[in-house]
T-cell receptor, first 111, second 114 residues
């Protein structure tokens, strides 16, 4: 069945460092891909999404490109801030509205 | 502003109890979802609903049931709580059944079953 694999966490970086969180997927067809973020004590919120191959989603300085050839959707940010500390989830859409999530990657940014 | 609320942030129940988790959205959304979140497993879909009185099983429906009597409210029911249902439960909603719709999540209910 469809699945999403994220890089193991936790990830700890210093402020202003470059961030990459890897995400690869297995799916039939070409599903929409998402990154959701969960800040401490809150529910998930959509960070960005891409609906077809080569699409780039972006928001709040984060970017991810839908790579069909490598079945990947890696999340990147050029300069992270302490406020980016959160858990990040990669997900794919399996049929209308059904989301399949990765296991989540906890990110901590130190000042 | 989009709002999904859940009835409790923390809940402690005994094995065998019947447990109700309530979720309310104020956005007139058609779709509502229940997930459980466990460390190392991400989120897994329990049940979802496309309309009032409609429900569909997700990936892990065993031991759970749901009720959607009104459009804005979606309840998750643990008929007889067990320790392996200790988890974080997240409710979500989305506007319609279209592709790539954003899901809006509540803050979660952390359930401990003793």
């Amino acid at each position: 069945g469809d699945s999403v694999t994220q890089m193991e966490g936790p990830v700890t970086l210093s402020e202003e460092a470059f961030l990459t969180i890897n995400c690869t997927y297995t799916a039939t067809g070409y599903p929409s891909l998402f990154w959701y973020v969960q800040y401490p004590g809150e529910g998930l919120q959509l960070l960005l999404k891409a609906t077809k191959a080569d699409d780039k989603g972006s928001n709040k300085g984060f970017e991810a490109t839908y790579r069909k050839e490598t079945t990947s959707f890696h999340l990147e940010k050029g300069s992270v801030q302490v406020s980016d500390s959160a858990v990040y989830f990669c997900a794919l859409e399996q049929g209308a509205q059904k989301l399949v999530f990765g296991q989540g990657t906890r990110l901590t940014i130190n000042p | 502003d989009v709002k999904v609320t859940q009835s409790s942030r923390y809940l402690v129940k005994r094995t065998g109890e019947k447990v109700f988790l309530e979720c309310v959205q104020d956005m007139d959304h058609e779709n509502m979802f229940w997930y459980r979140q466990d460390p190392g497993l991400g989120l897994r879909l329990i049940y979802f609903s496309y309309d009032v009185k409609m429900k569909e099983k997700g990936d892990i429906p065993e031991g759970y049931s749901v009720s959607r009597e009104k459009k804005e409210r979606f309840s998750l029911i643990l008929e007889s709580a067990s320790t392996n249902q200790t988890s974080m439960y997240l409710c979500a909603s989305s506007l319609s059944g279209g592709r790539s719709e954003t899901q809006y999540f509540g803050p979660g209910t952390r359930l401990l079953v003793l």
